[in-house]
């Protein structure tokens, strides 16, 4: 079975703070997704990367940043994080063009 | 652009009762659909998929057909369990090349069965 893990299930962060979201998939995957959920908008990408040090703007990219070292570790940074990055954050993983995407189980982060 | 637009919800049912989530799409050409479920406090899990047109996905007893027609792929269950309670996202991969790896979702239908 694929495996996708993501380093924490909740944080709590303080406004400001730089904020690092690490996520690790062990299916040799080239693609790698960073997306947020929040009530009633869905799901919306915020960066991918289909190739180590290769990354990739999604629909809501403003005050993050990513970071792809290796091909099966995929981190997401908040430079300084503020309160309307309070969400539900969700990592994925898939291989090729058009195949499914695989999740991990999410981190749920408050900002204060 | 793609989108995807799906039923409002909450959908609150009985258990045995037929379930039907509806989902449309817009997209270029053919793109592939997805149906993904997601328990509780956890991540999504892919439920089932179609890749071209008149396929139908199936797993777990729902189902799903690919509509090119009328750019649709609803899903349905004949008989709901207790254990369906979810919240429900319709998705495609589109087929151009900048958006061939990226899943556009729906906005998610939160069902909930009632013993």
């Known amino acids: 079975d694929v495996k996708v893990t993501q380093s924490s299930r909740y944080l709590v962060k303080r406004t400001g703070e730089k904020v690092f979201l690490e996520c690790v998939q062990d299916?040799?995957?080239?693609?790698m997704f960073w997306y947020r959920q929040d009530p009633g908008l869905g799901l919306r990408l915020i960066y991918f990367?289909?190739?180590?040090?290769?990354?990739e703007k999604g629909d809501i990219p403003e005050g993050y940043s990513v970071s792809r070292e290796k091909k099966e570790r995929f981190s997401l940074i908040l430079e300084s994080a503020s309160t309307n990055q309070t969400s539900m954050y969700l990592c994925?993983?898939?291989?090729?063009?058009?195949?499914?995407?695989?999740f991990g189980p999410g981190t749920r982060l408050l900002v204060l | 652009g793609n989108s995807v637009t799906q039923m409002e919800g909450p959908v609150t049912l009985s258990e045995e009762a037929f379930l039907t989530i509806n989902c449309t799409y817009t997209?270029?050409?053919?793109?592939?659909l997805f149906w993904y479920v997601q328990y509780p406090g956890e991540g999504l899990q892919l439920l089932l998929k179609?890749?071209?047109?008149?396929d139908k996905g199936s797993n777990k007893g729902f189902e799903a057909t690919y509509r090119k027609e009328t750019t649709s792929f609803h899903l349905e269950k004949g008989s709901v369990q207790v254990s369906d309670s979810a919240v429900y996202f319709c998705?495609?991969?589109?087929?151009?090349?900048?958006?061939?790896?990226?899943?556009?979702f729906g906005s998610g239908t939160q069902l909930t069965v009632l013993p």
């Open positions: 994925a993983s898939g291989q090729g063009t058009g195949e499914t995407q695989y």
């Open positions: 299916m040799d995957h080239e693609n």
């Open positions: 990367s289909y190739d180590v040090k290769m990354k």
């Open positions: 997209a270029t050409g053919y793109p592939s």
């Open positions: 179609a890749t071209k047109a008149d």
């Open positions: 998705a495609l991969i589109g087929i151009s090349s900048g958006s061939a790896r990226q899943l556009t």
